[in-house]
């Protein structure tokens, strides 16, 4: 089991900047990756961004390819999203999760609002 408590969701103008952490706790030596999805009112839940637990290959999705960058942090168990030059289609809440091969586990979810 891995349990991921999301941070820093907040409310921010359009251009500006956000930092999203997720502290990943209990069977941590079984993720393969973590990353980040992110759900907009009234639509789906979206890939964002992924880091693997190893060589740290990240990807992105095209929409915020150049404005977001991934990362995480080893020994502390987190990863994080700098969230640059926002956009109010950037709004929406943001969902950690850890991809464990068999399993997949998430957060509850940290709002985003971009204003314009």
């Known amino acids: 089991q891995v349990q991921l408590v999301e941070s820093g969701g907040n409310l921010v103008q359009a251009g500006g900047s956000l930092r999203l952490s997720c502290a990943a706790s209990?069977?941590?030596?079984?993720?393969?990756?973590l990353g980040w999805y992110r759900r907009a009112p009234g639509k789906q839940r979206v890939f964002v961004a992924t880091?693997?637990?190893?060589?740290?290959?990240?990807n992105y999705a095209d929409s915020v390819k150049g404005r977001f960058t991934i990362s995480r942090d080893n020994a502390k168990n987190t990863v994080s999203l700098q969230m640059n030059s926002l956009k109010p289609e950037d709004t929406a809440v943001y969902y950690c999760?850890?991809?464990?091969?068999?399993?997949?586990?998430w957060g509850q979810g940290t709002q985003v609002t971009v204003s314009s």
């Open positions: 880091i693997t637990s190893y060589g740290g290959i990240t």
């Open positions: 999760y850890a991809d464990e091969g068999m399993f997949e586990y």
């Open positions: 209990g069977s941590v030596h079984s993720i393969n990756a």
